[in-house]
């Protein structure tokens, strides 16, 4: 069945993109960047504030300092419902680069 969510759905946030395991204890538990949907003024305006730090990962980088222009990063609850990573949503709108695991669907 076809996914009940559209991009009107996500709009409000400025940063989304699929969760990322817990187990990765990242200061940002959201925002894989392979599939997401970001603002391209607060996107500009991150740029022109901060230096991109190549030892981030890109997606990383942007979901920690977006907060420096005051730029929203859609919370689990919402971004599960968005794309799937790693993380088992039953009715995302797409998957990416999908690499469940055994148990990861209940």
Known sequence: KR??????DYVQYDYIGAPWRVSLKLRVPVGNGGFSFRSKI??????EKKRYDEST???VWYGINLP????????????KTFSVEA?????????HKLSLRKGDIK
């Open 87 to 95: 993380l088992y949503y039953e009715k995302p709108m797409p998957l």
């Open 57 to 59: 990962p890109e997606d």
């Open 42 to 47: 607060k996107t500009i305006k991150l740029l």
């Open 68 to 79: 420096l222009v005051n730029g929203t990063v859609a919370p689990p609850e919402i971004v």
């Open 3 to 8: 996914c009940c969510f559209t991009i009107q």
